[in-house]
């Protein structure tokens, strides 16, 4: 039903935002990696939506990407998760490492995300086999693990994505996360 908003962000309330549009102001709850990737308060923003209508409530849901959006979708069809659970997990991974993680089948990675519990994974897994990742190869990721956590510590340090993918093509490829973020910080702060 609505499908996008864009207008002035005018507040900012993890895990909720309040976006005005021509005088006309929606709550919207977006996943954490949406939050961080926001621009300040009175500011224009576009947001990708999903509206959840409930017997008690009506809830819009908001993200940054349709890849967000999409992984979104595919969470609440599973039993058992529903949107609150489906943006927890987005708040704690972003599309592409529950990909991954779908793609490997370890529920390890998804059991870190706080309210996942080991058969919520198991069962994440088995519905999302075949749905996400399944078209991923070993080599679809050209970032290590480490890279991805020092950019995921510069985005949660509220650095731009743009700002932070920057900073991490100048580290040296074998550079571990702890150093890596020093050194981030460093050039992001010339």
Excluded at 120 to 140: F, I, Q, S, V, Y
Excluded at 174 to 186: C, E, Q
């Amino acid at each position: 039903m609505i499908g996008k908003l864009t207008g002035i962000l005018s507040e900012k309330n993890p895990p909720q935002v309040l976006v005005d549009c021509n005088g006309v102001g929606y709550e919207v709850d977006v996943p954490m990696s949406t939050f961080y990737n926001l621009p300040p308060t009175g500011e224009r923003v576009s947001l990708l939506t999903h509206f959840v209508v409930r017997e008690d409530a009506q809830i819009l849901y908001g993200f940054s990407t349709a890849s967000e959006r999409a992984t979104f979708r595919l969470l609440i069809k599973i039993s058992g998760v529903g949107p609150r659970t489906a943006l927890g997990i987005l708040s704690g991974m972003s599309a592409d490492e529950l990909a991954r993680a779908v793609s490997d089948q370890e529920a390890g990675r998804l059991t870190k995300v706080p309210g996942i519990g080991k058969k919520t994974a198991e069962r994440l897994l088995l519905e999302l086999k075949g749905k996400l990742g399944a078209d991923l190869g070993p080599n679809m990721f050209s970032t290590p693990d480490h890279q991805s956590d020092i950019l995921q510590a510069l985005l949660a340090l509220g650095y731009s994505d743009k700002e932070a993918s920057a900073a991490l093509k100048a580290l040296p490829a074998d550079v571990g996360v702890s150093d890596g973020i020093k050194l981030a910080l460093k050039a992001l702060a010339k």
